[in-house]
């Protein structure tokens, strides 16, 4: 089914939401409240109508509904103050007001161009699974041979990294080899937004999640930054399913762990930062931790990554999971690792510190340690450190 008003477009099917042909991410929760309005469009909704709609009926916070409401605004380009296209009635509930064209009809090839991708016959497919404690984590494959799963990390969204130019060369170059499974954790991304629980154990849980939803038995493992202690942890727990384990940028412990006290304040003052500027107009606040992560970036690649953090999460979960990764520590289970295991860190990494790269290898019986050239957290594609990360790895999994 497909939704069209002015620039926007909502296709049901795809679960996509484009403006003017580019595609707007969003969380589910956001989305399924944005059709429900629409499909209800000749009324005015309720608040328990939007519990039971979007929520199935569950409890959800007052200050929950309100933020979910004023993000569908802002991804269809209205707000609270305007109401132009969602309005509210006073003490009755909200509306979507905009005139709907083509609704629920047929599809025309032309009127929601798909963007460009440098890998034309990759299609990834985005669904859901349930994690044991009820989060729902969206997943994606694409790519044909073996498979391979990536695990979570700070920040993903399935939809907007693979078409972004700080990852999409990294993704497709694997999907051309390998079926490339990769999902967004709980709290940011696609998957769900309201939640209780941001944790590592979390995090291995969501990851279980994924696994078991594709039906895998036995698989190459990729974490990255902070997805390495999550792949470590989830290597450990189901060892004769992971087959070769990758970790790039990583670290076993946080910068809690770390005994250096800089750090910690450093960490501290960037989850204020976090609460108190992520979601504001200004960029600046966002533009520190592009610095941070890529101080080699591109005016378009930087541009790329601020979006992407206002867009793939709230300020409170991004402070919350900034939080939970300070306060990883799986050093305890390097030596339990019993899996091939490639350890890449680039020497001058801006984010993660080389020496913790060096001692997660140390850590790991048998495992092979690359040091890459290079000063970004995220190896871009211009750097010459690309290449030889790709033939690295490429190099270890057909072994």
């Not at 979910?68 to 309005?87: H, M, P, T, V, Y």
């Amino acid at each position: 089914m497909l939704f069209r008003f002015g620039e926007q477009s909502i296709d049901t099917d795809r679960r996509e939401l484009r403006c003017a042909g580019e595609l707007v991410p969003v969380g589910p929760q956001v989305f399924d409240l944005l059709v429900y309005l629409i499909r209800n469009r000749d009324r005015v909704v309720t608040k328990d109508d939007l519990l039971e709609g979007v929520w199935g009926g569950r409890i959800v916070s007052e200050s929950t509904l309100t933020s979910r409401i004023n993000a569908a605004r802002r991804a269809i380009g209205d707000s609270g103050a305007r109401q132009s296209l969602i309005k509210t009635s006073a003490r009755k509930g909200i509306r979507f007001v905009a005139a709907i064209q083509d609704a629920e009809g047929s599809r025309p090839a032309a009127a929601v161009p798909p963007p460009q991708s440098p890998a034309a016959g990759l299609h990834q497919e985005v669904k859901f699974c349930t994690a044991s404690d009820g989060v729902r984590i969206a997943y994606a494959a694409v790519g044909e041979g073996p498979p391979l799963v990536k695990t979570a990390n700070w920040l993903n969204h399935l939809e907007y990294d693979w078409h972004s130019p700080i990852w999409s060369h990294l993704l497709q170059a694997v999907a051309a080899k390998y079926r490339l499974i990769r999902y967004d954790a709980r709290g940011n991304g696609l998957s769900d937004w309201d939640v209780d629980d941001i944790s590592l154990d979390a995090f291995v849980r969501d990851l279980e999640c994924v696994v078991d939803a594709n039906g895998l038995e036995r698989f190459p493992l990729l974490g990255i930054s902070q997805g390495c202690a999550v792949s470590i942890a989830y290597a450990v727990r189901h060892p004769a399913r992971v087959s070769h384990l990758i970790l790039y940028g990583g670290f076993a412990r946080g910068t809690r762990h770390r005994g250096r006290q800089a750090e910690v304040e450093l960490s501290n003052a960037l989850g204020t930062l976090i609460r108190q500027g992520w979601g504001q107009d200004n960029p600046a606040f966002r533009q520190l931790f592009t610095t941070l992560f890529m101080p080699g970036a591109t005016a378009e690649q930087a541009q790329w990554y601020n979006d992407l953090q206002r867009m793939t999460t709230s300020p409170e979960n991004a402070a919350r999971i900034r939080y939970a990764v300070s306060d990883i520590d799986v050093s305890g289970l390097l030596a339990s690792v019993r899996v091939p295991t490639l350890v890449l860190h680039c020497r001058n990494d801006s984010l993660q510190p080389f020496e913790e790269g060096r001692q997660m290898a140390a850590g790991i019986v048998g495992s092979r340690f690359v040091a890459l050239e290079g000063h970004n957290h995220l190896i871009l594609e211009h750097e010459p450190a690309w290449g030889r990360l790709l033939d690295e790895v490429t190099r270890f999994l057909e072994c």
